[in-house]
């Protein structure tokens, strides 16, 4: 049992919309969940009206003194691509496109080995753990090598984050039309078989889960369409997730409409992928009649604001998304189409995107927090996460308000945590385990030793890419 007591602000998103933000505040997790939230004079009242064995409890009870924190509900990161912090800053200094960007690097992530996968996966999880990241989906869609969905696993559950891994997929190479090189494409029938045993491994449908699978086939332009229709058959079989990117660039709508004769979503519909068991990463380009379509089938949508940037590939309509009532999350996604791992940070730019896009009040701080918080729970279908209330997951992250990054900042705490200088946590609380306390780390002492051996790995790469 945990009791976070005099939090400077307890700040949460509400279901109807808006949020309750609680000043001298108090909440207590009790195994994976929250069993209240409520400010201290009601949490004196709560303790005093419990019977003798439970008040044991909590005077056994770990405390942790939150009066100089802003308290929130862990963040939900609904898209990545973990394996790409070994390949930061190759394309993106060069400001090259998206097609462009992937055939520079499909040669390099061709040497990607088991180690790399397990090592690149701790590495960016840490990152985002730091970040203000409870619960991390990732996408990972070629398996040279030796290389499995099963290592980065390892490392999530190692770590301690929830995580919502995809068995991606590659299949429909040059030779075929497609856009990867064939060397990284997998035969179909191998694809499907590994989704069945991941599936059947892996999955755990229960609340609270901290390990969820999903099938993700990469894209319309390196799968082929059987590919998509037996993923969503398999999917639904078995009652998990489907992932894939979509919309993301002008260049993708030109493919699809060339070898498809369709756009990217009418292309998807066909296939199958509609419902509020599928969210498509980025939908930069979608028209109105897209909208309505995603909004009308409950389908979800992961807003990448910072790789949609840095690629030059657009910026999502998300005001439009969200005034439609289309579910709408945040991802960092990979990184090396946007060289970091920082879930606050999306936060903060997702804002200033849509204030760009349409008018200085398109978004406010508020909303652009709800997006990490239950907009992310809602793309994933987790009613046990993304607010903090009793009965939900104790996932729960703090950050500091007496620094020198939000000095001045006392008018509006909550919203200084956006419009400032996006920091790391204080305090993060995953199913009930602190993993982060007073911004340290716990579970992981040697991240030197992290950072030297996943460059070792990433140079090695690139020497047996030929580019070193």
């Not at 909004?295 to 979800?300: E, P, T």
Request: glycine content about 8%; aromatic content about 6%; hydrophobic content about 40%.
């Amino acid at each position: 049992m945990i009791i976070v007591k005099d939090i400077c602000l307890l700040a949460t998103p509400l279901e109807e919309g808006g949020w309750l933000e609680l000043p001298n505040a108090a909440l207590v997790t009790q195994g994976p969940q929250i069993i209240f939230q409520g400010s201290m004079v009601a949490f004196n009242l709560w303790q005093q009206g419990q019977d003798a064995k439970f008040q044991q409890d909590l005077a056994q009870a770990s405390i942790i003194n939150a009066k100089n924190l802003v308290i929130l509900p862990g963040f939900i990161n609904c898209h990545h691509h973990l394996y790409q912090t070994l390949t930061r800053s190759i394309g993106t200094h060069q400001g090259l496109k998206l097609f462009d960007w992937l055939k520079l690097l499909y040669p390099i992530w061709a040497e990607l080995t088991s180690e790399a996968v397990y090592t690149s996966a701790k590495t960016g999880l840490i990152e985002l753990l730091l970040s203000g990241c409870t619960t991390s989906t990732d996408h990972l869609y070629l398996y040279p090598n030796d290389s499995r969905i099963d290592d980065e696993i390892a490392a999530a559950q190692e770590l301690g984050i929830r995580f919502h891994p995809t068995r991606g997929s590659m299949s429909l190479g040059e030779s075929q039309g497609g856009l990867p090189p064939d060397r990284v494409c997998e035969a179909e029938k191998v694809i499907l078989e590994d989704c069945i045993r991941v599936i059947e491994r892996y999955h755990d449908a229960k609340d609270f889960a901290m390990l969820q699978i999903g099938l993700a086939p990469c894209s319309p332009f390196s799968v082929s369409p059987d590919l998509m229709r037996e993923s969503a058959l398999l999917a639904r079989h078995y009652g998990v997730k489907l992932h894939t990117h979509l919309a993301e660039t002008r260049d993708e709508d030109d493919f699809c409409l060339s070898v498809f004769g369709k756009r990217p979503l009418d292309y998807a519909e066909s296939l199958g992928w509609l419902g509020e068991d599928v969210w498509f990463a980025h939908m930069v380009h979608p028209s109105d009649k897209d909208i309505s379509r995603l909004a009308h089938s409950h389908s979800g949508v992961c807003h990448c604001p910072s790789s949609n940037m840095i690629l030059a590939s657009g910026i999502a309509p998300v005001r439009k998304m969200l005034d439609h009532k289309v579910k709408v999350a945040l991802g960092v996604d990979g990184s090396a189409s946007n060289d970091g791992n920082h879930m606050l940070g999306e936060v903060r730019q997702s804002m200033l995107l849509q204030r760009v896009l349409a008018t200085a009040d398109a978004m406010s701080a508020r909303e652009a927090l709800s997006l990490a918080t239950l907009g992310g729970a809602k793309v994933l279908g987790r009613a046990d996460l993304g607010s903090l209330e009793a009965g939900k997951a104790a996932d729960i992250i703090g950050f500091r308000l007496d620094d020198l990054y939000h000095a001045g900042a006392i008018s509006d705490p909550l919203a200084a945590l956006v419009t400032c200088s996006p920091q790391q946590v204080a305090l993060s609380i995953v199913n009930g385990q602190v993993l982060i306390e007073e911004g340290q780390f716990k579970r992981d002492q040697h991240l030197s030793q992290l950072v030297s051996k996943h460059n070792s790995l990433s140079l090695n790469m690139l020497k047996r890419a030929g580019l070193a």
